[in-house]
């Protein structure tokens, strides 16, 4: 894999893991938001109408949610995940660790550690 494509998916991955996160604070928003009452969330701006009607049709939006969700954290083990294992590999060449994948092993760690903590 050359720098340009590592670069590349790794560029992809940090957008992938914005995108998921985004759908989670649309999913928590969401729920949040039933809380209310209409008369307290309602107050004449049009786009907290919009809002309120999505709290109508709750399952369509969450299922929406948990579809963007699965999509982007699958694409980012996808996409991500062999870039970051291309930078780990070199540094284990020739050792006892490279047959067993410890660079593929580190890249699967760190990407599920950010997609955990900012995902």
């Known amino acids: 894999m050359n720098p340009t494509e590592i670069g590349i998916r790794l560029v992809a991955g940090v957008l992938l893991i914005l995108a998921n996160g985004f759908f989670v604070a649309i999913e928590f928003a969401l729920t949040r938001a039933r809380q209310f009452t209409e008369s307290e969330f309602v107050d004449g701006d049009s786009r907290l109408e919009r809002a309120w009607e999505m709290t109508q049709e709750l399952e369509l939006y969450l299922t929406t949610c948990q579809v963007g969700i699965t999509a982007s954290s699958i694409a980012v083990g996808i996409v991500a995940e062999p870039a970051l294992a291309a ?3 070199p540094l284990f060449a020739g ?21 955990l903590t900012h995902g």
Do not use: K, R, V, W
């Open 95 to 115: 050792t006892t660790l490279a047959t067993i994948g410890a660079g593929a092993l580190i890249a699967y760690l760190i990407i599920n550690l950010l997609h």
């Open 87 to 89: 930078l780990f590999e």
